[in-house]
T-cell receptor, first 112, second 115 residues
Framework: GESVGLHLPTLSVQEGDNSIINCAYS??????FIWYKQESGKGPQFIID?????DKRQGQRVTVLLNKTVKHLSLQIAATQPGDSAVYFC???????????FGTGTSLTVIP | EAQVTQNPRYLITVTGKKLTVTCSQN?????MSWYRQDPGLGLRQIYY???????DKGDVPEGYKVSRKEKRNFPLILESPSPNQTSLYFC??????????????FGPGTRLTVT
């Protein structure tokens, strides 16, 4: 079957280190990819997106890399802080931007 | 303050008793959507709406209805709830402007339990 946004379920990093959260997908028809952050008890929050014809996009302390050859997406967080502890989801967008498919998420824990 | 609000935040109900979860946004967004979140499954899209009077099925629409009579409101209706609809529900909205169209704003969630 078709898999969407497979994540490793947990990741622990030391405060100040860089974090890399990975996401694998199998549908080559996706137009856009997005990363969301969900803190405990809250709704997801948009972090950054990347179009399918790009391979890298940078934001504030975050970088998203897209490798369409191997259908892999990653989110890099520089100098990870305690406030970065959350569940991170990748999401694919299909159907001209109307339908969103979320992965299962990776829970990031930052160790002080 | 720009926000998406949902009511109620918590609801316990019984099988078959019709309920409505309201969603409202104050950002004049065209696009609105409902998701359910279950452990190990991530978020799954139930329904979405491109604009007033325009709604479409997402990935898991069975057992749900929606309406979009006003731009700011997008209620989720469960005509006959069943225990497998016990979940955490999120409403989201976004503009359709090209550069910002995928930046969804999520509500705080509604925890629904159907017994």
């Amino acid at each position: 079957g078709e898999s969407v946004g497979l994540h490793l379920p947990t990741l622990s990093v030391q405060e100040g280190d860089n974090s890399i959260i990975n996401c694998a997908y199998s549908n080559s028809a996706s137009d856009y990819f997005i990363w969301y952050k969900q803190e405990s008890g809250k709704g997801p929050q948009f972090i950054i997106d990347i179009r399918s014809n790009m391979d890298k996009r940078q934001g504030q302390r975050v970088t998203v890399l897209l490798n369409k050859t191997v259908k892999h997406l990653s989110l890099q967080i520089a100098a990870t802080q305690p406030g970065d502890s959350a569940v991170y989801f990748c999401a694919e967008i299909r159907n001209t931007g109307n339908q969103f498919y979320f992965g299962t998420g990776t829970s990031l824990t930052v160790i002080p | 303050e720009a926000q998406v609000t949902q009511n109620p935040r918590y609801l316990i109900t019984v099988t078959g008793k019709k309920l409505t979860v309201t969603c409202s946004q104050n950002m004049n967004h065209e696009y609105m959507s409902w998701y359910r979140q279950d452990p190990g499954l991530g978020l799954r899209q139930i329904y979405y709406s491109m604009n007033v009077e325009v709604t479409d099925k997402g990935d898991v629409p069975e057992g749900y209805k929606v309406s979009r009579k006003e731009k700011r409101n997008f209620p989720l209706i469960l005509e006959s709830p069943s225990p497998n609809q016990t979940s955490l529900y999120f409403c989201a909205s976004s503009t359709r402007l090209a550069l910002r169209r995928y930046e969804q704003y999520f509500g705080p969630g509604t925890r629904l339990t159907v017994t």
